[in-house]
């Protein structure tokens, strides 16, 4: 769970990344309801509402390009939390009816829907991709193929704000003079699969000794990197470590 102080780091780099390749603020929502199993029919408002926010402060010090879908929705979750929490007498609860909640759930309910249906299809096999005749019986033995799970972009962040937290404040004396980009960065994580065999876990990319400046850095060239479609992430298995490989 993510910690409700929303104490991170101001520090930012000048660098700007778009949202637009990746999820939107109802697939934040269903992450958060599926990370803290919750029923998406009785949604803990206020928590989600934290929670939720708290992630926004986290894209901002990445100097995420938010959307205003995000702050529209930000803003609805406060809404319904105020609505909420307002006493009401059982006379006004029968005047006004609906959950506040309902149309959201509407919402989730729909969304996860058209979801799971775009993940059976993206399943299905494709003739020639997934579907083949072995013609050639082949004695030598291949590695076998890591097990993959796809990342979302909010667990990617949770990752990320772990590695974050482990990060040292640096003293008030030091002047550390960094000059990397995320171009830079970029490079760096592309020599390193070519160096590697397998895939490489999350957080090696993230030395202990780094800045905060430069795990932003770094995880602003993953993030690159997946949009320009050069790296996969993924787990073995859900919960599992998440790793970086070729695509």
Known sequence: MMAGNGSYPEERVPYTFRLEMFEGPLDLLLHLINKNELDIINIPIALITDQYLEFLKLMKVLNLDIAGEYLLMAATLLHIK???????SSEQEEEEGEDPRAELVRRLLEYQKYKKAAVELERRPLLDRDVFIRLISVDTEEPAEEERVEVSLFELLEAFRQVLERVKAETFHEVILERLSVEEKVQEIL???????????????????????????????ILELVKMKLIRIFQSAPFETIRISPP
């Open 82 to 88: 105020s609505k909420m929490l307002l006493p009401s």
């Open 191 to 221: 020599s390193l699969l070519q160096m590697e065999k397998r895939s490489i876990a999350f957080h090696l990319l993230f030395p202990e000794q780094a800045s905060r400046r430069e795990v932003i850095i770094t995880f602003l060239a």
